[in-house]
DNA sequence: CAATTGAGCAACCTCCTGGTTGCATATTAG
DNA sequence: CTAATATGCAACCAGGAGGTTGCTCAATTG
């Protein structure tokens, strides 16, 4: 009874991307569904453009944002399917611990 | 309107726990409600003994997992909660996204 | 009691991550 | 046209992550 989960790999990298302080913050601020550029989501943070341009690549590999060129600026949107998919993934995850333990419980019960 | 959303660094911290192959099949396998030995745990992995316990200990910090030790062996469990508390946050961030896209619709509405 | 098994601890190594500075380039504003 | 703005790209650096080996010790097993 083993649960049926999705490629672990693509998962991790999916948590990994989320799992830094402040791209997860970058995250939120981009879920007010508009377009932000790169000097805007540097504006309120203590780091450089460059810092928080390497930060919105690894969101970007991690397909939880999209980007544009427009102009002279680089326009970032927030992409949720990967976060939808994630949390399935861990209501699976949590399912199944839930279930078997259940099972564990009536086995438990069989026995005395 | 901005997100009501908890602590990111404690949040970032078990999305990070999360954001590793290896830890994240740990979990899997713990998601069978039985608790398992370090050994158990190496027995199917490429890995050491050495490393699978830094893996699990990073899972322990983060609160994904509990150990005891039960004479010579310590044996790990699943703790849900962290998972659940990741997955609400999931739906938040994702819900957020979908309020504010459609205020910007509406808006977009009302111009023309 | 002797041998085996399970685990903890420490040192060490390599590579990746997260950050920086510096410079070049394209676009927009005055 | 010139100045200012937004970004890209590269080099560099320190520290942490993930992994190993080696050794010790406690608990089981025969």
Redesign the interface.
């Given at each position: 009874?083993?649960?049926r989960?999705p490629n672990?790999?693509l998962?991790?990298?999916v948590?990994?991307?989320?799992?830094?302080?402040t791209?997860?913050?970058l995250?939120?601020r981009l879920?007010?569904?508009?377009q932000h550029s790169i000097a805007q989501l540097t504006a309120d943070s203590a780091l450089t453009r460059q810092a928080v341009t390497k930060h919105l690549l690894v969101l970007k590999r991690a397909k939880i944002v999209q980007s544009r060129r427009s102009g002279r600026q680089s326009l970032f949107e927030?992409n949720?399917q990967p976060?939808?998919e994630?949390?399935q993934y861990?209501?699976q995850?949590?399912q199944?611990?839930?279930e078997?333990?259940n099972?564990?419980r009536l086995f438990v019960e069989s026995e005395s």
């Open positions: 009874m083993s649960p989960l672990p790999r998962k991790a990298q948590f990994a991307a989320l799992g830094d302080e791209r997860l913050q995250v939120v879920s007010d569904g508009r927030l949720p976060l939808n994630l949390q861990l209501v995850v949590s199944h611990w839930d078997a333990l099972r564990l």
